[in-house]
């Protein structure tokens, strides 16, 4: 009997490592402790992140003031760019990581924007870009010290100053709106 638990203590403990990865993106443990995401996560979640900035700046070029325009004007430009060089990368197997669309989360943040009337617009929008932003650079960062594709980790180290730009550009509008 106490054999039997050992082998199932230690089967444990060696997948463990493997399935928090995936649990731990999903749940922003990852992001916290510093671990590299997997490849597949990496994947995912650069796309829905362009995705879903690609469609908020669509909205905020409807409802924002001027340098909400403006600065939705670059969102668009730089992510789809980096959505582009990510595809062009991403071959073989790790295709079937790139998501069809939004996923619920995102979804629900860009009908969130949706519905928000235009005075209030800056009050969503703003803080939102800050946030998605920083969860961006923590991402990046994470892949570029320890992700497995030598292409990919090249590329999330060179891709870390446009985001950090996003980031300062997104604190500016929040701390202006203020």
């Not at 402790?33 to 905020?60: H, N, Q, R, W, Y």
């Not at 073989?92 to 924007?113: H, I, T, Y």
């Not at 870009?129 to 292409?151: C, M, N, T, W």
């Amino acid at each position: 009997m106490k054999r039997t638990i050992l082998a199932i203590a230690i089967g444990c403990g060696l997948t463990m490592p493997a399935m928090a990865q995936s649990v731990g993106e999903k749940t922003g443990v990852n992001s916290v402790l510093g671990v590299a995401p997997k490849t597949e996560d990496f994947i995912k979640e650069v796309a829905l992140s362009d995705m879903l900035e690609i469609e908020a700046a669509k909205i905020a070029q409807q409802k924002g003031n001027t340098a909400e325009k403006k600065f939705a004007e670059q969102m668009m430009t730089d992510h789809t760019k980096t959505s582009t060089e990510l595809k062009a990368m991403v071959t073989g197997e790790m295709r079937s990581a790139l998501p069809a669309g939004l996923d619920d989360k995102s979804q629900k943040k860009l009908d969130v924007l949706r519905d928000t009337k235009a005075d209030d617009f800056a009050s969503e929008y703003d803080p939102m870009q800050v946030s998605a932003h920083k969860d961006a650079i923590s991402l990046f960062e994470r892949y570029a010290k320890g992700g497995d594709d030598p292409k990919l980790k090249d590329w999330a180290g060179k891709t870390l100053p446009a985001l950090q730009h996003h980031l300062a550009m997104a604190q500016d509008l929040d701390k202006n709106r203020k």
